[in-house]
């Protein structure tokens, strides 16, 4: 047991948090620096876990953010395989799992967030996976193995992705969901129908508008997925993507105030309710001023990367301005790379433009003429331009020319 004082004491070791280590050390400061992350892995790029990482073509080292030297070499202590299992904001003191305690100036809470899971007959057997860390891909890949048939529960981006990445490899991938078409919920029905037809022409069979009853099976291992609506398949492996939700553990136990989604609330400079303690990434709802919905809570990996600088930023005393239209991006294994600034809550007109079988696709989402949100496949210009005309009203027309530049109304 050690009692240890530090300038930045940065809690979790995701993108967040790597990239608040980062920031601090490039925007100059000299303080120590000592980030805590529960994984046993140094900061690596998670998203990696449902794409080459999962499929086998990206290795252990190349998800890995920075090698072990670069730690060293910018003097930023590291501690995996560490929870901070208390918080004391007024003291500004924090109690570690390895039973060490941390005075600090100031801190970051980047304690991302955690796989929803299903709570249903035979949810324990062997063989039902959840996808959140390298350790999760890796007895992913372990199971499917020897298996013939793979479900995929939920439509969203881990069903999708990982579908589309163990399919492949050879397998044969069953996608199990409640919407009536994959990623439904984000992009809406017609974007959904036409990225479900490109997975079902590969192979992939998709059920919607299916709920899971139960995880059947001999024994301790799983053998099948049945449903309500009275849906019965073979699954030798079963990954769920059901969600995720902010892990705040941690901010409520020590009092943190959390906004309506379930986050930190964070003010414009991600600053929580507790003096000299902040908070970015997925566990953050934070106060945009960019976005026409002021305040949201995304989960997106790039954010957690630019929150994670303007933290460094804001942990010094200073403040640096919000960066970008939320973005996210998202590979079916080589098939379809898509990327999309947003997320549109509601919209009333979908434009949309060219062919998404053939990575060549744009769609516009307006909310009452406004560009709300925008998906776009091999059109970096059509990106560029939904960047520019975030938020603003449009004519419609002028959005199907890809040629066409349309301008604020
Ligand atoms: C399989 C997968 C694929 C994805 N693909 C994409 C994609 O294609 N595009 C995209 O934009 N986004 C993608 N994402 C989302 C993206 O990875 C997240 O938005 C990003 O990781 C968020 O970073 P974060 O630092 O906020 O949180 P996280 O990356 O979740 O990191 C939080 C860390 O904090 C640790 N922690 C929690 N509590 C404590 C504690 N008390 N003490 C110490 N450590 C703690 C956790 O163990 C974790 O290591 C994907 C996510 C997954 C799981």
């Given at each position: 047991?050690?009692?240890?004082?530090?300038?930045?004491?940065?809690?979790?070791?995701?993108?967040?948090?790597?990239?608040?280590?980062?920031?601090?050390?490039?925007?100059?400061?000299?303080?120590?620096?000592?980030?805590?992350?529960?994984?046993?892995?140094?900061?690596?790029?998670?998203?990696?876990?449902?794409?080459?990482?999962?499929?086998?073509?990206?290795?252990?080292?190349?998800?890995?953010?920075?090698?072990?030297?670069?730690?060293?070499?910018?003097?930023?202590?590291?501690?995996?395989?560490?929870?901070?299992?208390?918080?004391?904001?007024?003291?500004?003191?924090?109690?570690?799992?390895?039973?060490?305690?941390?005075?600090?100036?100031?801190?970051?809470?980047?304690?991302?967030?955690?796989?929803?899971?299903?709570?249903?007959?035979?949810?324990?057997?062997?063989?039902?996976?959840?996808?959140?860390?390298?350790?999760?891909?890796?007895?992913?890949?372990?199971?499917?193995?020897?298996?013939?048939?793979?479900?995929?529960?939920?439509?969203?981006?881990?069903?999708?992705?990982?579908?589309?990445?163990?399919?492949?490899?050879?397998?044969?991938?069953?996608?199990?969901?409640?919407?009536?078409?994959?990623?439904?919920?984000?992009?809406?029905?017609?974007?959904?129908?036409?990225?479900?037809?490109?997975?079902?022409?590969?192979?992939?069979?998709?059920?919607?508008?299916?709920?899971?009853?139960?995880?059947?099976?001999?024994?301790?291992?799983?053998?099948?997925?049945?449903?309500?609506?009275?849906?019965?398949?073979?699954?030798?492996?079963?990954?769920?993507?059901?969600?995720?939700?902010?892990?705040?553990?941690?901010?409520?136990?020590?009092?943190?105030?959390?906004?309506?989604?379930?986050?930190?609330?964070?003010?414009?400079?991600?600053?929580?309710?507790?003096?000299?303690?902040?908070?970015?990434?997925?566990?953050?709802?934070?106060?945009?001023?960019?976005?026409?919905?002021?305040?949201?809570?995304?989960?997106?990996?790039?954010?957690?990367a630019a929150q994670g600088r303007r933290a460094a930023a804001a942990m010094r005393g200073g403040e640096l301005p919000e960066e970008e239209i939320p973005y996210f991006f998202s590979d079916l294994h080589d098939w379809l790379s898509y990327e999309y600034i947003g997320p549109a809550k509601t919209w009333d007109q979908v434009v949309m433009n060219g062919s998404i079988d053939k990575s060549d696709f744009s769609a516009w989402y307006l909310d009452r003429g406004a560009v709300a949100a925008v998906?776009?496949?091999?059109?970096?210009?059509?990106?560029?331009?939904?960047?520019?005309?975030?938020?603003?009203?449009?004519?419609?027309?002028?959005?199907?020319?890809?040629?066409?530049?349309?301008?604020?109304?």
């Open positions: 047991m050690a009692e240890r004082e530090v300038d930045f004491l940065i809690i979790g070791g995701g993108h967040a948090g790597y990239s608040c280590a980062r920031a601090l050390r490039d925007g100059g400061a000299q303080g120590s620096i000592l980030l805590v992350s529960r994984e046993p892995d140094p900061p690596y790029d998670r998203t990696a876990c449902s794409k080459g990482y999962l499929g086998g073509s990206t290795s252990r080292d190349a998800v890995m953010l920075r090698s072990p030297e670069w730690w060293e070499e910018q003097n930023i202590r590291l501690l995996t395989r560490t929870s901070v299992l208390k918080l004391a904001t007024d003291e500004r003191r924090a109690a570690l799992s390895n039973k060490d305690t941390v005075s600090f100036g100031s801190a970051l809470v980047a304690t991302g967030a955690m796989v929803r899971r299903l709570r249903v007959d035979g949810g324990q057997l062997n063989g039902i996976h959840y996808l959140r860390a390298l350790g999760n891909a890796d007895a992913i890949r372990r199971d499917v193995e020897p298996a013939e048939d793979i479900v995929l529960i939920g439509g969203s981006y881990i069903g999708t992705e990982v579908a589309a990445t163990l399919t492949a490899r050879g397998k044969r991938c069953t996608i199990v969901m409640q919407e009536d078409v994959v990623l439904e919920r984000t992009f809406g029905r017609e974007v959904g129908r036409a990225i479900q037809d490109l997975l079902e022409a590969r192979g992939i069979a998709i059920h919607g508008g299916e709920e899971v009853d139960a995880f059947t099976g001999d024994g301790d291992r799983v053998g099948g997925v049945r449903t309500k609506q009275g849906l019965e398949l073979p699954a030798q492996a079963v990954v769920v993507g059901a969600g995720v939700i902010p892990d705040v553990q941690l901010a409520r136990s020590a009092g943190l105030e959390l906004g309506e989604s379930g986050g930190i609330k964070v003010d414009v400079r991600l600053a929580t309710s507790a003096p000299g303690i902040f908070a970015a990434g997925d566990v953050a709802e934070f106060e945009s001023e960019i976005h026409p919905a002021g305040r949201l809570r995304v989960e997106h990996w790039e954010v957690a998906l776009v496949a091999g059109r970096p210009e059509e990106l560029e331009r939904g960047r520019r005309l975030f938020g603003k009203t449009v004519d419609p027309g002028e959005l199907t020319s890809p040629r066409a530049r349309p301008t604020a109304a």
